[in-house]
């Protein structure tokens, strides 16, 4: 179970959904699979022996056309049987939310056992990528002329127990007239 403040590695597992339907639509899939193709064995090898037939005139074409289109609806249900299996094994894919980023869990918006959704999309949990951050923190006035864009600088940050090498990016030209600081 993810909490806040866990780390996180790509592609961490965030959570699984139920897959059971997906994996039986699946099943199902190769089931059909299995019988389109045996079908179209059984229309291949039948249509094989009486196009023999049919060039001795001793059976009417009618017989071959029908044979062939047999043959040809096996082929269609192979086909729509393996989209099916695609289409499962996607649906089982997607059953599985991985992390896309190195970061640090700060929220966890569901629980085990909640309902989630893909249309309209359920949030599960918001992870932050705490490699790049941005500060924003005043100065006194005083200080403008020894800070500049480029001066590295070290931050603490308490609550995560963590000192970090930074770099000003940006002043603000504008002086706040109550703090006057920038």
Known sequence: HLACGVMLEVPALLFQLDSRDAQLMKQQAGNQLAGAQLQLRTAQREYDRISGLVGQNALPQQQLDALEAQVDGAKLQIAAAQTSIAMASKAIADATGRSPLAGVVIKKLMSVGEYATMMPPSPVVIVQDQSSLELKFRLSESSLASV???????V?????????????????????????TI
Not at 157 to 176: E, G
């Open 156 to 180: 603490t940050i308490p609550s995560l127990d963590q000192t970090r090498a930074a770099t000003v990016a940006q002043i603000s030209p504008m002086v706040d007239p109550r703090t006057r």
């Open 148 to 154: 500049k864009p480029g001066d590295p600088v070290t």
